[in-house]
Nanobody, 123 residues
């Protein structure tokens, strides 16, 4: 299993970034892909998740209305479009893969992780 994130960077508050998670080594259509983030000194938290089985989605309350998760099954890639970014969105963003869906995208369901990509939002 391999997950490779890309698309992080530095952006001003109010700006946008699009993260991508390219997956390989497993049957993409059977898995849930989640985006998590971890700020310094904090635990890794779920941001948004997408079930490739039935299209279910989950968003953390803090990103609802600003972030959109989508899946491109032809390219085995999940995207996270992040709009209206805020300084508190600053973190390392990781994508993970889970064999089962959990309604609130529980971290313990995710057994595989990418290396992460840094998002920095300046005020």
């Amino acid at each position: 299993v391999q997950l490779v994130e890309s698309g992080g960077g530095l952006v001003q508050a109010g700006g946008s970034l699009r993260l991508s998670c390219a997956a390989s080594g497993f049957i993409f259509d059977d898995y849930t892909i989640g985006w998590f983030r971890q700020a310094p000194g904090k635990e890794r938290e779920a941001v948004a998740c997408f079930s490739n089985v039935d299209g279910s989605t989950y968003y953390a309350d803090s990103v609802k209305g600003r972030f959109t998760i989508s899946s491109d099954k032809a390219k085995n890639t999940v995207h996270l479009q992040m709009n209206n970014l805020k300084p508190e969105d600053r973190a390392a963003y990781y994508c993970g893969a889970a064999a089962v869906w959990g309604r609130r995208c529980p971290r313990e369901y995710f057994g595989w992780w990418g290396q992460g990509t840094q998002v920095t939002v300046s005020s």
